[in-house]
Structure formats: C-alpha cells, structure tokens
C-alpha cells in the first residue's frame, strides 16, 4: 500500500511539475507540533531551556550578518532571524552535505514546500525563529536554499566546542 502512495504522489509530481519535501501544508507549524529528531547537528529547542538569542539578518546581497556563531555543547539558542531584504529568504541548519543536497532539489523544484523545526522561512521585512540545542560538537552551516541564493554564497557557519 505504502509503495502505491509513493507512486501515485511520483506520477502527481511528474505531471504538475512540483514537488513538496514535507508535505503541501502552510509553513510555519504550532509548537506543540515541532518534531524533536536528533539530527547531526543537534535537536528542536524547548523555548524554556533558551539560555541566549542569537540575531541573524539576511539581505537581498546574499548574505547573513552575521555569519558565523559560536556555540557551547548543550547550549539552546534563539535564532531571531531578520529579513531586511525584499525578496523572500530562509535559514536552514545543517551539515555541508545535507544543505547542499537540499540546494539542489530546490534548483529542480524550486516551489518545493518544506517544513522542519531546524528552518526559518521569512518574508521580506520580517522575522522568524528557531529554537535549537546544539547537543553535538563540531562544525555545522547554515544558508538560504532558495534557488539560486545558496549559489550565490548566503551561507554561514555554526562552531559547537565542548564546554
């Protein structure tokens, strides 16, 4: 049955040309929602357990200010993420591998809809959030996957040290 739907939403995608990483709903999901999955870089973030707020803001010259953080082991951060551009941006956490991966996807889909507790999505003027604990050391990135923005160099880097 499993490898039906698959299909079905394969051929769905294949005729309308678009495709959604997560599913087709709204960005942005309530927080009693957020799914809490290790990932390489650390877990969602309990807003009680924030122990600082970190202000990222993003410009239509693809970048970040700033764009390089600094993290202790086990420390929950608030990313305040500042969009001062006109056009739409996003901030996704992750591994080089896995933001380029995601990069590409978006080249080919550039409609895609995704939606996980580790991405901000912002539109112009705006600002979004992302509570996170960086419970694993060593060095993690951040960018703007929207097509054609992660190309052009709005990336950054999250440094996590052992206290």
């Keep these: 049955m499993k490898q039906i739907a698959i299909a079905a939403v ?3 995608t294949a005729l309308s040309g678009s495709a959604w990483a ?3 709903e709204k960005h942005g999901k309530p927080a009693t ?3 809490k999955e290790q990932k390489a870089w650390g877990i969602a973030g309990d807003a009680k357990a924030v122990a600082r707020t970190v202000t990222l803001k ?3 010259n693809m970048r970040f200010t700033p764009d390089r953080v600094e993290v202790k082991l086990g420390e929950t951060i608030r ?3 500042q969009n001062d551009g006109k ?3 996003e901030l996704v956490i992750g591994t080089k591998k896995e933001l380029d991966e995601h990069a590409a996807l978006m080249l080919k889909f550039p409609n895609m809809e995704h939606d996980e507790p580790y991405m901000a999505h ?3 003027g705006k600002k979004g959030e992302i509570v996170w604990t960086f ?3 060593g060095e993690f990135d951040f960018a703007c996957l929207i097509a054609g923005h992660y190309q052009a160099g709005m990336v950054g880097k999250i440094l996590v040290s052992a206290k």
């Design 79 to 81: 990313f305040v993420v």
């Design 58 to 60: 993003m410009t239509d």
């Design 10 to 12: 394969l051929s769905l």
């Design 87 to 89: 056009m739409l941006h």
């Design 22 to 24: 997560h599913g087709n």
């Design 122 to 124: 912002v539109d112009p």
């Design 135 to 137: 419970n694993r050391a």
């Design 33 to 35: 929602q957020i799914k």
